[in-house]
């Protein structure tokens, strides 16, 4: 009964918690698109990111923001799903594509959908447009789910703290990255966040679903 009890109390939370990023990202959204003064917020500080830009922060941060490029999440992506095949951890091999492709799909459905054009004089090139981030997106559905693997792995109090604060670490530099080069508004990265951490809960809920009808059917 407690387990019941638990498992519903999990799934209802999540449900709630899920609704309550979907209305944020919604209402995020719809202010980019309408309201000037999230416009002027975002060009301010996008103006001041310029100022205190120099040669060795772009030097550090263009470093940094590779790890939200697809070229090195592919291939890194794909050697994870080997190793969870090959470790017999096949409960989080679905929801890990699913939250990784999923939070890329709805990414990209953003960006033509808002059609929103990158801040000027940024100091690297993208040619995509700039709602939501997808490198924001990423950091939270990517380095996130791989943080909820060695979460729910670890025994050790310190080890689960030093990934939850190094998983944490990585998702913050990725997106104050895109803000430092300029490639982003505030509000991009926010949205990407949000994008992310949808993707991310849905992920986490298959994921325990698929570990529930595992143990059931190894106890039979």
Do not use: C
């Amino acid at each position: 009964m407690i387990k019941f009890l638990n498992k519903n109390l999990f799934l209802y939370s999540s449900l709630a918690l899920w609704l309550l990023v979907a209305s944020i990202l919604s209402g995020l959204t719809e202010d980019v698109a309408t309201l000037d003064s999230v416009v002027n917020f975002d060009n301010h500080w996008a103006n001041a990111f310029i100022a205190w830009r120099s040669s060795f922060g772009t030097s550090i941060f263009s470093i940094l923001t590779l790890l939200g490029n697809w070229q090195l999440i592919i291939p890194v992506f794909f050697v994870i799903l080997y190793i969870l095949y090959f470790k017999n951890k096949k409960q989080f091999i679905i929801p890990f594509a699913f939250t990784v492709i999923g939070a890329e799909a709805i990414t990209f459905i953003g960006k033509l959908l808002i059609h929103r054009e990158r801040p000027i004089g940024s100091a690297i090139t993208e040619l995509d447009f700039s709602f939501p981030s997808g490198h924001s997106t990423i950091a939270i559905a990517f380095y996130g789910f791989l943080a909820y693997i060695f979460l729910t792995s670890l025994k050790n109090k310190k080890q689960q703290l030093a990934v939850f604060f190094g998983s944490l670490f990585i998702i913050l530099i990725i997106g104050f990255s895109r803000l430092y080069l300029g490639v982003h508004y505030i509000s991009d990265i926010l949205a990407g966040y949000l994008v992310g951490s949808l993707a991310l809960i849905a992920g986490i809920n298959l994921s325990e679903w698929f570990r529930v009808k595992l143990n059931q059917k190894s106890k039979r």
